[in-house]
């Protein structure tokens, strides 16, 4: 073949190629937390924090320091 017919598909197999191998970007959702109306006490458990939420109508929740407390936090896609 030809070296001219040849350039073309060349071209367009390392087209396809360079995007197979590229690093893939993710866009991730933000979350955003509320403080738990329900929770009472010190939360070490983030399953029982997250059932709490659930309950508050949240789809889950997290237990996060705030100063020298650990509280419950509920959480859901910005």
């Known amino acids: 073949m030809d070296s001219r017919k040849m350039l073309p598909i060349l071209l367009l197999f390392l087209l396809i190629a360079a995007t197979e191998i590229g690093p893939v970007m993710k ?10 109306h329900q929770f009472k006490g ?5 399953s029982n924090c997250a059932n709490v939420c659930h309950n508050e109508g949240f789809p889950g ?7 020298v407390q650990r509280k419950c936090y509920c959480k859901k896609v910005c």
């Open 61 to 67: 929740g997290e237990c996060k320091t705030d100063k």
């Open 42 to 46: 010190a939360c070490f458990s983030h």
């Open 27 to 36: 866009a991730e959702a933000r979350h955003c937390l509320s403080q738990s």
